[in-house]
């Protein structure tokens, strides 16, 4: 792999975690989004995403902080989500952020799903949030966590493909994170870039 000035550059400053926030603004855009926009044997949208590998090179460490722990409609039935719901599992993410367990947090909630994107730190690791729960949980962990964001936000996983609400419902769950600061640079990053994407995707395959 030969290595230019730019990439010279980066690795130079990689230790400083503003300019990693910023090399991965600049990465998320180059992103590579190919759209199929057609409805295929019924209602199947596809998209894929290319990182170059440089990307994934550099920013590998700070990806792994990025986890996704929830549950869905794809592995609950709607009494099970409804009888975890009463147990207020945002009360446990919550917590960890009081304790600063975790870095930041985004809540992603509604009748299909409930779902924390999670910044970790040092003070515990994804395995140990999820037993805090009273259901098994589903986890995914780096570039799996964000690419399963932006097809949550293109509706990859909603009961009909590809509407429009779940990105309304991303976009609600962001600036509540906002508005109570228990985002990050990082996780605000991800969340642009995946309410962008739902727009772009949308566009793309009307």
């Known amino acids: ?18 300019f990693r926030i910023i090399s991965l603004s600049l990465i998320f855009e180059s992103l590579i ?3 199929l926009g057609k409805f295929l044997f019924g209602l199947h949208l596809i998209v894929t995403f290319d ?11 700070d990806l792994e902080n990025i986890v996704v722990i929830g549950t869905s409609h794809e592995n609950l039935s709607l009494l099970e989500r409804e009888n975890f719901m009463r147990t207020r599992p945002k009360y446990i993410i919550e917590k960890l952020y009081a304790d600063k367990k975790i870095d930041a947090y985004i809540n992603l909630s509604t009748c299909l799903r409930t779902e924390f994107y999670i910044e970790l730190n040092s003070n515990i690791d994804a395995e140990k949030i999820k037993n805090l729960f009273s259901v098994d949980m589903i986890i995914k962990k780096g570039m799996e ?10 509706g990859f996983y909603s009961v009909i493909k590809g509407e429009d609400q779940i990105l309304a419902q991303v976009k609600g769950a962001y600036s509540e994170a906002l508005e109570n600061e228990h985002s990050s640079k990082f996780l605000n990053i991800i969340f642009n870039k995946a309410i962008e994407l739902g727009k772009k995707f949308r566009t793309k395959s009307m």
């Open 1 to 18: 792999l030969l290595l230019g000035v730019s990439d010279f550059l980066y690795i130079l400053f990689a230790s400083f975690s503003t």
């Open 33 to 35: 989004i190919k759209y």
């Open 51 to 61: 990182l170059p590998e440089c990307g994934c090179l550099y920013l590998s460490q």
């Open 145 to 154: 966590a964000i690419e399963y964001l932006f097809k949550v936000s293109c």
